[in-house]
């Protein structure tokens, strides 16, 4: 009598985050960044103390350590670098329309977007300073707050991430981009610090609002089922109204 092999089982999916998930998390995401907001807007001084003690303490040491700092360019100019994240994001909005997948790949675009109009208004609006030396490392443009660089990663990271879930990938390899997702968001944070061209509070209010965003993004479109379906009804019953 043959004995039936027993099959192995295919790799376990991710949990999918359901909509009141993304909403809490959106919500409380934009909450902490709202407080900051108004704690930098405000000039309260222990964030004030606390942004100029973390950046005093880095800058002799970026200024005497020639090698660490060439490393940091690299990362922060390059690997890092906004336009990076959004070439990365237009890759995987290419390969979502070679996929028919034309309202994701919408999606991402507009998301990214969206980010980049964010974080140049609220540098406008707020107005922040940068941190002067009288030996930058870099000459930075627009004004401090939230980072750019923090935030445009963050959205990248964090909306190619959300795609890897929605496609059903396997939950070590979405386990080890969220681990590469968050490095990256570490670390470009910290070498804007390093470099003297953000302040501390810049950085975490860029990855807080990018985190919101994307969190805002995907439960809206989680939502975009339950509006079709609720369209396709509407159309159903208005045809069927008798004339």
């Not at 009141?20 to 108004?38: D, E, H, K, N, Y």
């Not at 940091?72 to 995987?92: C, F």
């Not at 660089?149 to 396997?170: D, F, P, R, S, Y």
């Not at 003297?196 to 807080?208: E, F, K, N, R, T």
Request: hydrophobic share 50%; glycine share 6%.
């Amino acid at each position: 009598m043959q004995v039936p092999t027993r099959l192995s089982a295919p790799p376990a999916a991710p949990a999918r985050p359901t909509r009141s998930v993304w909403l809490r998390s959106g919500a409380v995401l934009c909450a902490l960044f709202i407080v900051l907001l108004v704690l930098v807007g405000s000039g309260w001084q222990p964030l004030d103390s606390l942004d100029r003690r973390v950046a005093n303490d880095l800058h002799p040491v970026a200024v005497t350590h020639e090698g660490w700092t060439h490393v940091m360019r690299l990362l922060s100019d390059w690997l890092w670098d906004p336009w990076t994240m959004r070439a990365a994001l237009a890759v995987a909005a290419l390969w979502l329309l070679w996929r028919r997948q034309r309202l994701l790949a919408l999606w991402i675009v507009v998301t990214s977007a969206l980010g980049t109009a964010l974080q140049q208004g609220l540098k406008a609006a707020v107005g922040r300073n940068r941190p002067h030396w009288p030996d930058p490392l870099a000459t930075p443009h627009y004004q401090a707050f939230p980072s750019g660089h923090a935030l445009t990663a963050t959205v990248a990271c964090g909306l190619l991430v959300w795609l890897l879930w929605l496609h059903g990938v396997e939950r070590r390899r979405v386990r080890a981009a969220l681990v590469v997702s968050v490095v990256s968001v570490l670390g470009v944070g910290f070498t804007r610090v390093y470099l003297g061209v953000h302040w501390l509070s810049d950085v975490v209010g860029g990855a807080l609002l990018g985190a919101a965003l994307v969190a805002a993004s995907a439960w809206t479109y989680a939502r975009v089922p339950q509006w079709r379906a609720r369209r396709a009804g509407q159309s159903a019953a208005s045809d069927n109204t008798p004339e």
